[in-house]
């Protein structure tokens, strides 16, 4: 058993903690955060253990996951290289869950006393169906891979990817597409004359019954697009209108700008 430290306690720790706790992991889970009512709260909700001083939690770290916002990564990192220099341990696995920051700006911040690999999981991980993009180290040894991957396949899928690509999945795969595409269509429903009830439950059809069936099952996309939308009916009245007020060139334009802001968060 692995123990398993996180250095920050906000909203993708919470999420991957009730992910960890759904699937029964076998990893002692410790958290580290400079806000004591976060560390209680969390405490409190998944029986996790807390550790308020960084460097004790760093001590205990078989796998350290850097959980904090991009921008307050250089100086956790800082922190964590001082103390690595001063205690002379072993080289430190950990993985970085902040976006846009790359491999390569993570290892000049810390040096070779850790090795390092990135993670994008997604907050649906609470709910045992996440997906997460992970990129490794080319130093990273493959018991070290396999630790990582296993850790965050426990609750949901796992892809590995180039980190070349870390930024456009990112940007891509975000939950907040589909809440946002929810809402959206909700509020013009309820426009149309539903009520709010009602136009949640036939937007969430809509969007995740109809994309269920494209993934569980044996038909393209094309050809489920053909049988949904038929020439000169209400479904090809609706695309058509929305394509003609510029929704792929808004999707475009959403895209872009995801990754003009991973690439700020890199440096580039």
Not at 57 to 63: E, G, I, K, P, S
Not at 245 to 257: D, L, Q, S, T
């Amino acid at each position: 058993m692995s123990t398993v430290v996180f250095l920050g306690g906000g909203r993708i720790t919470s999420a991957m903690l009730a992910g960890f706790r759904l699937g029964k992991t076998k990893h002692q889970l410790v958290v580290h955060d400079r806000n004591l009512g976060k560390l209680r709260d969390l405490k409190k909700d998944f029986a996790v253990e807390i550790e308020p001083d960084l460097s004790r939690a760093v001590a205990r770290a078989d796998l350290l996951l850097i959980a904090v916002r991009p921008k307050s990564v250089h100086e956790l990192l800082s922190d964590i290289e001082r103390m690595n220099r001063a205690s002379h341990k072993p080289a430190t696995l950990a993985v970085s869950l902040a976006a846009g920051v790359p491999l390569r700006l993570l290892s000049r911040m810390t040096g070779p006393l850790v090795q390092w690999a990135r993670a994008m999981p997604s907050p649906v991980c609470r709910s045992g169906c996440g997906l997460t993009a992970l990129t490794f180290s080319r130093m990273l040894p493959p018991a070290n891979r396999k630790l990582v991957h296993d850790l965050f396949a426990s609750f949901g899928q796992v892809v590995e990817i180039s980190e070349s690509k870390f930024d456009a999945f990112t940007v891509t795969y975000s939950c907040s597409h589909g809440y946002h595409a929810l809402e959206t269509l909700a509020r013009a429903a309820q426009e149309a004359g539903l009520d709010r009830k009602t136009a949640l439950l036939a937007s969430a059809h809509a969007l995740a019954d109809g994309i269920i069936a494209w993934r569980e099952g044996e038909h393209s996309l094309q050809t489920l697009l053909k049988e949904a939308v038929t020439p000169g009916g209400i479904a090809a009245a609706t695309a058509t209108a929305m394509d003609a007020a510029g929704y792929e060139r808004a999707v475009r334009k959403g895209v872009a700008a995801g990754l003009r802001r991973a690439q700020a968060n890199a440096g580039k």
